[in-house]
Nanobody, 117 residues
Framework: QVQLVESGGGLAQPGGSLTLSCVPS??????????TGWYRQAPGKQRELVAT???????NYADSVKGRFTVSKGSGENLVTLQMNSLQPEDTAVYYC?????????WGQGIQVTVSS
């Protein structure tokens, strides 16, 4: 069973930055992944798309993060990264790494991002 492991979360001040990374437990997933990216779930809300990248080129962002967040195909062991700038309190959520490979959806366990002064 392939697992996705997120890192880079934590506490940031409003206007600050964080970078999330996602590493698959089996490197072969990097070969078969078509779409990868990030979703998030805030308390009391449904999980929502943050940003995805398909075939390493086509990017899709939620309107709420456009111009602030950048999703990139990972290098080395990383499958995908999410650079988050100009963080706002409403960005506080658990962030989940996602990958679609060979018709199977893979999810990470999630990592907390808290934006607070």
């Amino acid at each position: 069973q392939v697992q996705l492991v997120e890192s880079g979360g934590g506490l940031a001040q409003p206007g600050g930055s964080l970078t999330l990374s996602c590493v698959p437990s089996k490197s072969i997933l990097r070969i078969y992944t078509i779409t990868t990216g990030w979703y998030r779930q805030a308390p009391g809300k449904q999980r929502e798309l943050v940003a995805t990248i398909t075939n390493g080129v086509t990017k899709n962002y939620a309107d709420s993060v456009k111009g602030r967040f950048t999703v990139s195909k990972g290098s080395g062991e990383n499958l995908v990264t999410l650079q988050m700038n100009s963080l706002q309190p409403e960005d506080t959520a658990v962030y989940y790494c996602y990958a679609l490979a060979r018709g199977v959806n893979y999810w990470g366990q999630g990592i907390q991002v808290t934006v607070s002064s």
